[in-house]
Structure formats: C-alpha cells, structure tokens
C-alpha cells in the first residue's frame, strides 16, 4: 500500500539500508503522508517528539495498516497520550544503568558479562523504549576515544566473558567500525563470546547484507539478540535478513521482546510469534515484563496477567518455542524470572504440584 509513496519516487533505493534511513519519516507531516492522525493525536505527537525522537523507517511504515487504529505496528511507533505521563512509579533510567557505568557507555552489572552502549540512533524509536533517555540524542553517544577506553576495561577485568553490543542500535554503527570493535573484543583472551542486540531484522531488515554477514562469520560465535513483537513483523524481508544472519553469518539468532498492552498481550498472537520465530530459526529467549520507564503506563500489562499468558503457553508449546518471562527489576535489581506457580503445597516428604493441565501430582522431595 503506502510503499507505493516511496516507489514512485524511486524503486531501486528500497532496499538499500543507508537510503532507508536517510529517508526516514520523522515528522508529523510526513507521518501524515502514511496514517490519517486525530486531532488529538496530532497534539501529543508535538509534545512527545519533544520528550522523545519520532522516527520511522519507510519499511518498517509499510507493514502499518492505515486504516486500522488497533495495527500492532501502528501502535509502536506513534506517540500515545499517557507518554506524556509520568507516573510515580516510572523512572528515567529504571534500570540504573548510569549507576553501573565504570566507564562511558559501559553497563557493568552482572559479573560475568558488560553492556556496551555505541549508538543513539535506531530505524525505528519504539515508543515504550527503555532507554530513551538518552536514545536518539547523540550527545550520549561514546566516541571513538571512548571506545579505546572501553576495551581498555574489558580488557582490565578477566571477569568478563561476554560483551553485549547494544545502544541504540549498534548495527547503526558501519561495517567498518563493527568489523573493528568486534575484532578487538575478539583478540581479549578471556571473553567468551559476544553478543549484539539488535533490531534492525525486524525495522529495516536490509541491513543485514552478506558483507555484515560475513564480519559475523569471520567472528564465530556471534549471538544476535533480536526484537520481534507481533507475527506482522515477520515478512519475506525479515526472514530473509536471518537466513543471511544464519547461514551467511553463521550466528545464533535469539529473540527478546516486551509484553505489550494490546499489541501482544495475549496466548494466541505470543504462540504465533513464537512458533513462526522458531520456523524461521529464531529462539524465543526473553519475553520482558515492560520496564517502568517514564511515559509507559499505556503499554504496562499487568504482571499478574503475563503470569496467565505464560500458564496458557507452557505445556501447550514445544519448549524450543518458549521464552523466559522476565521483569527487570526497578532500582538497577537486574533481571528475575517471573515465578509461574507449578509447586503448590510441600510436606514434610513430599511435593505438589498442579500439571500444565491443572491436574494435581504428588512427587517424593
Ligand atoms: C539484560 C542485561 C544483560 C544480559 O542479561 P542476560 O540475562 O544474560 O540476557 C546484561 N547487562 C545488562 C545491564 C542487562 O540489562
Ligand atoms: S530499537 Fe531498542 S533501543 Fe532502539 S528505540 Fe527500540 S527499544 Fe529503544
């Protein structure tokens, strides 16, 4: 539908990532040219783009259906009134990231392994974002000397075994910056592998290219942690950005995403995504209870809730299918599964527990 817009002007751009992001829709105006905004609508999207950066890829707009105001993809990616909300739970940076920064763009929270933060800008600004604080304004954003510094760190603390490549997203970053950074992480002997999140695959999957894929390969293992929310996401596009993340870059693609008042809140669209992840050689990995970041209340599903979907998902699914429900914890806590009751009563000498199909067994302790 709305591709026809870009077509016009020019076919053969399309899929060339650096024509997608230079031509992304990142005013109200040109949203306009996509989706017939409300009155209302139009009004928060000028206060929101001023807490936080409107921008979408041409791509990533053409999976919207304009004319329904429920479209999963529509419901990403315009600003919605209780963004402009913050309530007395939400934080800036719920996660305390900035507290756990030994060194710029570097999150040490865990013992063994480092979240590297190299790029503010994304395809796409996910509206539940948790760490728009800081995405999207470029003043954030490491510098190369810091990068010296990073490593630097990396390389001080033998404890490290993984590194995470996040942002942003760090496939903003150029082949040859990546290529770099990657190999440098490569050459420290006591890391075990590395790791990028990313969600170009799903908001402009064009650039995964063979040349990225073949950085990857040369890296062996590299993990590819993605971020699919809805079955709409994935397209003949997206599958084709992980097969060449697969077999081109020989990397382990898995998939996080956050729980999303009525975008996936629900048994039926969760199991779809999860099995067409799997059929496309994804592995579901995370399913993230929403952050308590500012501005997100209209997304919270409450936890009680994901506890539901998740008992009308386990058992009924292939296990290979299923994902660990998690909620990181406000205050920099770090991340905890979130409990699904299956133990219901200890004795002295034995164990109860209610099965997937809430039938009672007795086992001995
Ligand atoms: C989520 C997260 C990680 C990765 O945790 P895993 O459970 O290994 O996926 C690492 N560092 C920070 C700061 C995180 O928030
Ligand atoms: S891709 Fe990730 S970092 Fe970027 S806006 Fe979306 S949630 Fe935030």
Redesign the pocket.
């Known amino acids: 539908m709305k591709k026809t817009f870009f077509l016009k002007q020019d076919l053969s751009f399309w899929t060339n990532w650096k024509w997608q992001l230079q031509n992304r829709i990142t005013t109200k105006e040109e949203l306009e040219n996509f989706f017939s905004l409300s009155i209302q609508e139009k009004e928060i999207f000028d206060k929101a783009e001023k807490i936080f950066n409107f921008a979408v890829t041409p791509y990533y707009v053409s999976l919207a259906n304009p004319s329904d105001p429920h479209c999963p993809i529509r419901k990403q990616i315009i600003p919605q009134a209780l963004e402009l909300i913050q309530t007395s739970y939400e934080r800036q940076d719920p996660?305390y990231?900035e507290n756990?920064m030994p060194v710029k763009g570097v999150?040490?929270?865990?013992p063994d392994?480092?979240?590297w933060y190299l790029s503010h800008v994304c395809p796409v600004y996910c509206r539940f974002c948790t760490r728009k604080r800081k995405v999207g304004n470029s003043f954030n954003t490491p510098r190369k000397e810091d990068w010296k510094k990073a490593l630097e760190y990396f390389q001080e603390h033998k404890e490290i075994k993984?590194v995470?490549l996040?942002g942003g997203d760090p496939l903003s970053l150029s082949d040859t910056s990546l290529s770099y950074l990657i190999g440098e992480l490569k050459r420290i002997s006591h890391i075990n592998h590395i790791?990028i999140h990313t969600r170009y695959p799903v908001t402009l999957p064009f650039r995964i290219t063979s040349e990225l894929c073949m950085i990857f390969k040369e890296n062996f293992p590299i993990f590819v942690?993605t971020h699919f929310n809805h079955p709409k996401e994935i397209t003949l596009e997206s599958k084709e950005a992980i097969r060449k993340l697969i077999q081109e870059g020989n990397a382990i693609v898995l998939n996080?995403n956050v729980l999303l008042k009525g975008i996936n809140d629900n048994a039926e669209i969760l199991k779809d995504l999860f099995y067409q992840l799997v059929n496309i050689g994804v592995k579901p990995?995370?399913l993230h209870q929403c952050d308590e970041v500012y501005g997100s209340s209209g997304f919270k599903v409450p936890i009680q809730e994901g506890i539901k979907i998740m008992k009308q998902l386990r058992g009924f699914i292939s296990g290979i299918c299923l994902p660990n429900y998690?909620v990181?914890l406000t205050g920099g806590g770090?991340?905890v599964p979130l409990p699904t009751d299956y133990l219901i009563k200890e004795n002295a000498e034995s164990l109860i527990f209610e099965n997937f199909q809430e039938e009672i067994f007795k086992i001995q302790k």
């Open positions: 996660l990231e756990y999150t040490h929270r865990y392994r480092a979240l993984e995470i996040s790791r942690v996080q990995y995370y998690v990181d770090g991340k």
